[in-house]
């Protein structure tokens, strides 16, 4: 067997054995692979596609490449969830101590963000002091007593994860369902939780534009999860427009909190619930959907689970004293953006307003970016409010020089019209 036989296979449209698929990725990862022929096979499987047994193969090779975390320690029903990118999604700081404070544990591990789409872990970084490097003793030690952690990707865990998502990062190679699926699950199978939650985005903000290319990603990841043994469901929900009021990542924390408050925007709020009430359905705490909405529900408004939320964060070193002091949140420019005409808000594009955050500093295009943890942007509107004109339609956070475009930018994201707004009522689906 060689690479250059696998690349043709692929390039042929054949699907590939187990054998061959474990060898391109181990000798990828023990560095005998170069870059040039992994580009070329991982183009061929992009323009090809993987069938599910592919997927389910590669998945596992790259589950093998490094090592896996034993979570048989921690007593209870040990939760994950992983959300598919998009914007303004700080959906994991709040169903995390939703979860928890419904007793389950939820063991995490999450990326940082690249290009339009944050991370979780960029987020976390910005409150003061909070780390999220831990080993994996206290890893499982946090989880086991304050209900969750979360910490950021290891060298050790899933090496050809890091590896493949740089190469497809620089060479058009993202998008591809096999990948993407292969690439999530991968870590997901490696951190050993039982339960796991997929919350995939589709819309002009997320990876996936269309719901039917959401439901066959969703399909492939949740087979590749059950085939593990792992009880996997996803549940899809829109990111045509940005999740909450906030972009940017102290904005997306401090509505984190507030949502924990039970002050959060709604559309944030019900996919919170959402998510926390079907993972407590996987974890054979309830039956009924109602139900078990009603429950996390009254964890959000009783405060329990802020109060997991403050004890997670003290865990990990994160000082909120420190975070809740308004000059930490101090930015050099404050400008509103103003509606020029009266109408009702039909739109508002997640795409756009998610580049526009990464210029105002926001977020990184390359992993060596830094990222200004108070920049950002806040809507004031969402789809179905009605503005006049000359009323802000968002506000944008910045230390960098303004740039005259970042205005037209902002505004054109908000789409105005004359006639009623209808709410697309199906807003969330479910995959198992
Ligand atoms: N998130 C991942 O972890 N991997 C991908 O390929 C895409 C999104």
């Known amino acids: 067997m060689n690479i250059l036989s696998i690349i043709e296979h692929k390039a042929n449209g054949d699907i590939l054995t187990h054998e061959e698929i474990r060898y391109f990725i181990d000798h990828y990862v023990d560095g005998s692979i170069p870059d040039y022929q992994m580009a070329s096979l991982l183009m061929a499987i992009k323009l090809k596609g993987m069938n599910a047994q592919e997927t389910s193969d590669l998945t596992l090779a790259m589950v093998h490449s490094g090592e896996t975390i034993d979570l048989s320690a921690i007593e209870g029903v040990k939760v994950d969830k992983h959300s598919t990118g998009g914007v303004g999604d700080k959906t994991s700081l709040v169903v995390?101590?939703?979860v928890a404070s419904l007793g389950l544990k939820l063991a995490k591990m999450s990326g940082k963000g690249l290009g339009h789409?944050?991370?979780?872990?960029?987020?976390?970084e910005s409150i003061p002091g909070l780390t999220t490097a831990l080993t994996q003793a206290q890893f499982i030690q946090q989880v086991q007593t304050v209900g969750m952690a979360i910490i950021g990707q290891t060298k050790a865990l899933v090496p050809a994860d890091k590896l493949l998502y740089a190469l497809r990062d620089v060479t058009g190679t993202v998008q591809s369902i096999p990948l993407i699926a292969s690439s999530i699950m991968s870590k997901k199978i490696a951190s050993g939780a039982q339960t796991i939650l997929l919350d995939v985005k589709y819309g002009n903000g997320a990876f996936m534009k269309t719901i039917e290319d959401a439901k066959v990603l969703a399909r492939a990841m949740v087979d590749i999860g059950k085939a593990l043994g792992r009880d996997t469901r996803a549940l899809l929900s829109d990111m045509n427009q940005p999740l909450g009021l906030a972009i940017g990542n102290r904005l997306e924390v401090k509505e984190a909190m507030a949502t924990l408050k039970g002050q959060g925007p709604d559309d944030f709020?019900?996919?919170?619930?959402?998510?926390?009430?079907?993972?407590?359905?996987?974890?054979?705490?309830?039956?009924?959907?109602?139900?078990?909405?009603?429950?996390?529900?009254?964890?959000l408004q009783s405060g329990r689970a802020l109060t997991i939320f403050n004890q997670f964060i003290h865990a990990q070193g994160g000082d909120l004293n420190a975070f809740n002091q308004?000059?930490?949140?101090?930015?050099d420019v404050v400008k509103p953006i103003l509606a020029t005409s009266s109408g009702i808000i039909h739109a508002v594009e997640a795409l756009p307003l998610g580049l526009l955050s990464v210029d105002l500093g926001a977020g990184r295009l390359t992993k060596a970016d830094v990222i200004d943890f108070n920049a950002g942007?806040?809507?004031?509107?969402?789809?179905?409010?009605?503005?006049?004109?000359?009323?802000?339609?968002?506000?944008?956070?910045?230390?960098?020089?303004?740039?005259?475009?970042?205005?037209?930018?902002?505004?054109?994201?908000?789409?105005?019209?004359?006639?009623?707004?209808h709410a697309p009522h199906d807003a969330f689906i479910m995959i198992e």
Request: glycine share 6%.
């Open 96 to 98: 995390g101590p939703l």
């Open 117 to 124: 789409t944050g991370g979780t872990i960029d987020k976390l």
């Open 269 to 299: 709020t019900q996919l919170c619930v959402e998510a926390a009430a079907v993972i407590a359905i996987q974890a054979g705490l309830y039956s009924d959907l109602t139900v078990a909405k009603a429950a996390v529900t009254n964890q």
């Open 326 to 331: 308004p000059s930490l949140h101090h930015v």
């Open 377 to 421: 942007i806040v809507l004031h509107v969402k789809p179905g409010d009605t503005v006049q004109k000359g009323d802000t339609l968002c506000t944008l956070y910045t230390n960098k020089p303004w740039v005259a475009s970042w205005e037209t930018t902002a505004r054109e994201a908000f789409h105005l019209q004359k006639k009623a707004y």
